[in-house]
């Protein structure tokens, strides 16, 4: 099991300077007020961006949101499962509903050819 072994403050002042952005960057690029970043920058301040924004966070800075939290895992970009993860949570429920379909439809195949390799 991964542990925390830094802080998200400093995390993201590290992506900031290795990607060479600063914190208006990125409030400019999400129109967000420049109090959020200074906020997400502090090791004082207890406020701490919830699942969505740190998953715009990491993919803006092209680092790992588990890495950008504090964990001990590799730095790199989102793999596959955190970037469908954050796809799913941009969704809004029209979108939710249909790719469960989707799935739901995927499951069915999948099952059909499942039965017809016993046979």
């Given at each position: 099991m991964n542990k925390i072994v830094d802080t998200f403050e400093s995390r993201l002042q590290y992506a900031l300077d290795l990607r060479?952005?600063?914190?208006?960057?990125?409030?400019?690029?999400?129109?967000?007020?420049?109090?959020?970043?200074?906020?997400?920058?502090d090791p004082l301040c207890k406020y701490k961006p919830k699942a969505d924004?740190?998953?715009?966070l990491a993919e803006y800075l092209n680092v790992s949101p588990?890495?950008?939290m504090g964990y001990d895992v590799p730095m790199n970009g989102m793999n596959e499962k955190e970037k469908l993860l954050n796809d799913i949570n941009n969704m809004d429920n029209r979108q939710i509903k249909r790719f469960m379909a989707y799935i739901k439809a995927f499951q069915t195949i999948d099952d059909e050819l499942g039965e017809q390799?016993?046979?």
């Open positions: 060479g952005k600063r914190q208006i960057d990125v409030c400019n690029h999400f129109g967000w007020p420049r109090s959020t970043m200074s906020q997400y920058c924004r740190m998953y715009k588990t890495w950008l390799d016993t046979e």
